[in-house]
């Protein structure tokens, strides 16, 4: 018999580590109530400080996260973090969530005024953006 290789669903590393620091901020904000600084994130998850530098940069443009000058400084959540969700986060950091090409609206797939499998991969796309939308920071850092 065959042996088959396991496939897992691999969010990007943007997606992965993005998760991680601001993670990092909102446990930093709600336990010390003060700001995180790029380098103890990066010491504590073992990451680049400068990519955290480009990630932070991308949830700074949405406005999820701010930034504190001084000898103090660091990153800070610009909201509480039950107000900040999963989706919010991943569309910040990687674009528009979608499963399958058809569905991003850009018609590059051939088949998609067509495509049988269609109607299913729009329900899986809800039901993951619906999930990730249920999903906030504060329910990682409990």
Same mark, same amino acid.
């Given at each position: 018999? =065959?042996?088959?290789?396991?496939?897992?669903? $691999? !969010?990007?590393? #943007? *997606?992965?580590?993005?998760?991680?620091?601001? &993670?990092?901020?909102?446990?930093?904000?709600?336990?010390?109530?003060?700001?995180?600084?790029?380098?103890?994130?990066?010491?504590?998850?073992?990451?680049?400080?400068k990519?955290?530098?480009?990630?932070?940069?991308?949830?700074?443009?949405?406005?999820?996260?701010?930034?504190?000058?001084? =000898?103090?400084?660091?990153?800070?959540?610009? $909201? !509480?973090?039950? #107000? *900040?969700?999963?989706?919010?986060?991943?569309v &910040?950091?990687?674009?528009?969530?979608?499963?399958v090409?058809?569905?991003?609206?850009?018609n590059?797939?051939?088949?998609?005024?067509g495509?049988?499998?269609?109607?299913?991969?729009?329900?899986i796309e809800?039901?993951?953006?619906?999930?990730?939308?249920?999903?906030?920071l504060?329910?990682?850092?409990?």
């Open positions: 018999m =065959k042996k088959t290789k396991a496939k897992f669903f $691999q !969010p990007t590393t #943007k *997606i992965h580590y993005g998760l991680r620091l601001i &993670a990092r901020i909102a446990s930093a904000n709600q336990v010390k109530k003060k700001p995180i600084s790029l380098g103890v994130v990066a010491k504590n998850e073992k990451l680049s400080r990519y955290l530098e480009e990630l932070a940069g991308l949830l700074k443009k949405a406005k999820l996260i701010s930034s504190v000058r001084g =000898k103090q400084g660091g990153y800070i959540l610009s $909201q !509480p973090a039950n #107000k *900040i969700n999963l989706k919010q986060i991943i &910040a950091l990687d674009g528009p969530i979608n499963p090409i058809c569905l991003a609206g850009n590059l797939c051939s088949l998609e005024k495509c049988l499998t269609k109607p299913a991969w729009q329900m809800r039901s993951l953006i619906n999930t990730l939308e249920k999903i906030d504060e329910d990682l850092i409990i």
